[in-house]
């Protein structure tokens, strides 16, 4: 008797493959906790610190988490940043869990609107930068991992192919 690999198997790996392939697309527009893992929306983070390990491209959010009764969340522009001023805000948020989609490539500034914590560090420039580098638009993080992902389809596909011929004989 003999044991070949079904092609409704092989249909199926490959139909997984795929899968995966879509949600590495999608996980694309990332979501990053302000502070996190070291800490939150408080008066211990070094944001300047934190930014730095972080790339944000549109389409990304932030998210303060803190308590409402602690601290608030004031969007302002350069000028409030720099003096810690929350009068002429942008926005303001207070609900302890404010999500902030970054929509469109530029900078934007947050602080902490209660007295004297803008002035102990609760403020952070989060700097939005297109997606795609300019000197080689093809090569984004997306068609990336869409390449590794046909890469690992076809790599698949071809051991599958492999398993033909070295077909399980039982007596
Ligand atoms: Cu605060």
Partial sequence: ???RVPMAMAAAVLLVV???VVVVEVAAA????????????????DYADWVKS???HPGDSITFTYSPELH?????????YDACSSANNISAFRSGNDVVTLTAVGTRYFLCGLTGHCGNGMKIRV??????????PASSSA?????????IMTTVAASLLLLQPAAVVVS
């Fill in 1 to 3: 008797m003999v044991v």
């Fill in 18 to 20: 795929a899968a995966v």
């Fill in 30 to 45: 990332a979501t990053y906790t302000v502070g996190a893992p070291a800490g939150l929306w408080d008066m211990q983070t």
């Fill in 54 to 56: 972080k790339t944000f």
């Fill in 72 to 80: 608030d969340v004031v969007e302002v522009i350069k000028a409030g």
């Fill in 127 to 136: 700097d939005v930068v297109a997606a795609k580098a300019s000197s080689a």
């Fill in 143 to 151: 068609s990336r991992a869409a390449a590794a992902g046909f890469a």
